[in-house]
């Protein structure tokens, strides 16, 4: 099968060919000579589109002789989303054990031994995790006497194969305590040795440091692969407790510095509001000292507490705080604001992220930084992981006719190598441990929603008005669920341009992603018969959850439905919870009703109870007709819904909780208000 279409601009054919299992984009190139010349000069280079899972491992032997040659780096970065390694290895070596006469496409033995030596030499070196969790020795065993033997580079490969073999045996005979060592608990932090204000003791600089080295460090042992959206929805899954766990290492540690930053500034209830304000001013510095070593985890952390509900409704301590401060914590805040999608947080990203300084005005560029002498970045792991979630539910596994789609691996490599490269700054950072903020930091004891509430009602008594606790969850597009435990997991919602299709996806999408804490931009009820949303009063609430941001309509294939993913709020008595829905252009209401209630844990035959309702800009509802298709009624200007039911009021309890804010308060946007959640 061959399909063709031009480019006339550049003189290029584009062609598509499916040989023995597998479809191939062929770029045809034709270029002219020298001027003085007649002659054309064509070239020709092709790399695989999809094709089955046999004949791709297969292709790994003779990806660089057809001119393939980054195949064998995207196939091993992202092979997890499709097959495993076990799979790989037997259809490996069952080749080597059978190998063809003259090769693959006309091989010579010789380029055949050293593709084979290429594959397994690059793969041990890149991952040799994956051969140690194999568990038993056996395919290992099986590899290495059917290795090329002609070199000592070959020599070498079957000897480090043989030694992990070696490795497995050995921990094959001892005991399963060693199953669980992932998983110790370490004991509660003993609440009465915490001071709160012992933070004030510390140098700004000095905890930027600190943080700064705790994230690089995790940051640079972050396996990329983990961050791909078909194995970041499985965190949830009974059985893969333990899968991606270097992004959950840095997910704890998200949750554990906001967390640091509520109790050192809602633990002392008795302070005074002046002294409460220099608790804020402290971790205003400290933000804006992350922002200078291009640490952008611990400043979203920070900043994302700072706006948490409990300590975002302090105005008294608010109104104390110095007004530069102030000034300097909306300057940090504005780097993630959704504005123009990020474009600020993406050119920082662009910018600085093998830059060896920040780009930061001339105040703070003059300023000695301590500790080490080269700045690596340590990226927010939110716009990745909503990068990869997005190509994840966006792009279709496989084509129509079974095989699997190539492409998309490429488009998800595509990420991963960006975060490969920002790892790379951070390599050779080196950093001074100080053992008296460690002993600070690890004694905060953890504060639960509730508790943090409290404190706060404490500190300045709430106005007579029942709060609202609302847990915004998203399209989490993998409908996974978080816990409110200290290392809940969620998800990072953070677009990115990677290439065509995240670009159009990007556009579309509003709310920042991660934190430990949420406030969510749902507006009150204007009365007990309305619950139309409003941007200008957003309701807020302290939760940790799931924020994926609002998603747009996409056509995977061309060849399918049209689809969006939309969220969904309904009114409980428990709260607002949300969830996404992909809505495709043959839904009526009534399916995307039952899909709804279904998500929200309730009983999907209600369907009829209920009417749809999409919540417009300046307070505005639509309602959809109750036999209507969904993907058609809905306006483009907005991808948030209401589940009403039908006559029915205001749940009790949701009352609306008061925004007003005096003119030193920070000025954060509705949208902004959203606490970014743990996406951990």
Known sequence: MKTTWYCPLDLSTVVEEEEDGVIYTVVVKQQHGAPTSPMTVTTRSQCVKAGT?????????????????????????????????????DILIDRLEHPPGDGVRSQTRQSFNKAVCTVFSTWLAEYPEDF???????????????????SS???????????????????????DSHAD????????????????????GFPAGLIAEQLTKIETELFVRLVPYHCLGSLWSQRDKKGREDVCWSVRATVHQFNKLANAVLASCLWPTKLRSQQRARLLEKWISVAEECRARKNFSSLYAIVSALQSNPIHRLRRSWQETDREAMRR?????????????????????????????????????????????????????????????????????????????????????????????LQSSCKNCVFVADEAFTQWYQSVPTLTEEQSYRLSNEIEAPSGLTPTVIITQCP???????????????????????????????????????????VDTSPPTNDSSSTSLSPSTPTK???????????????????????????????????????????????????????????HNQDPNE??????????????????????????????SSVDFLLRRKGGNTPLGLQPISTETSATFPRIKAKGRRLVRTLF
């Not at 057809?66 to 992202?78: A, C, K, R, V, Y």
């Not at 580079?153 to 005991?175: F, G, T, V, Y």
């Open 541 to 599: 609430s302290h939760r940790r959850s799931v924020s994926c941001g609002n998603n747009p309509s996409y056509n995977t294939q061309g060849s399918g439905p049209d689809m969006r993913i939309i969220r969904i709020r309904m009114d409980l008595q428990d709260g607002n919870l949300y969830r996404s829905i992909l809505v495709t252009s043959n839904d009526k209401t009534p399916t995307v009703i039952s899909s709804a209630l279904e998500k």
């Open 329 to 421: 914590y909306e300057e940090l805040s504005e780097i993630f604001s959704d504005k123009d999608n990020y474009s600020q947080s993406r050119e920082l990203l662009k910018e600085e992220g093998t830059s060896k300084f920040a780009s930061l005005d001339n105040r703070v560029n003059n300023r000695r930084l301590t500790g080490s002498s080269a700045q690596g970045t340590v990226p927010y792991l939110g716009i990745f992981l909503t990068d990869l979630t997005m190509l994840d539910t966006a792009v279709k596994d496989r084509l129509d006719n079974g095989y699997i789609n190539f492409d998309k691996r490429r488009r998800e490599f595509e990420v991963l190598a960006q975060i490969r490269l």
């Open 607 to 636: 369907a009829s109870r209920y009417e749809l309702i999409q919540l417009l800009p300046e307070g505005k509802e639509l309602v959809i007709p109750a036999t209507g298709n969904v993907f058609y009624a809905m306006t483009s």
């Open 53 to 89: 899972e046999e004949k791709l491992v297969l292709h790994l032997l003779h990806s660089f002789s057809m001119g393939d040659s980054s195949f064998i780096t995207i196939f091993l970065s992202t092979y997890r989303s499709f097959t495993s390694t076990k799979r790989v290895l």
């Open 476 to 518: 989490d597009l993998s409908t996974s669920r978080t816990s409110l435990a200290g290392d809940s997991d969620s998800l990072f919602d953070f677009p990115s341009p990677v290439n065509n299709l995240l670009s159009k996806l990007a556009k579309h999408m509003k709310s920042p992603s991660v934190s430990c804490l949420d």
């Open 181 to 200: 060592q992932t998983r110790v608990t370490k004991p509660p932090p003993d609440a009465s040795r915490f001071d709160p204000t012992c933070i004030l």
């Open 132 to 150: 140690r969790a194999l568990g038993e020795p056996s395919r290992l065993l099986r590899l290495a006497p059917l290795l090329p033997q002609d």
């Open 153 to 175: 580079s070959a020599a070498d490969l079957r000897a480090h194969i043989l030694r992990i073999a070696e490795e497995l045996s050995e921990k094959a005979l001892l005991p």
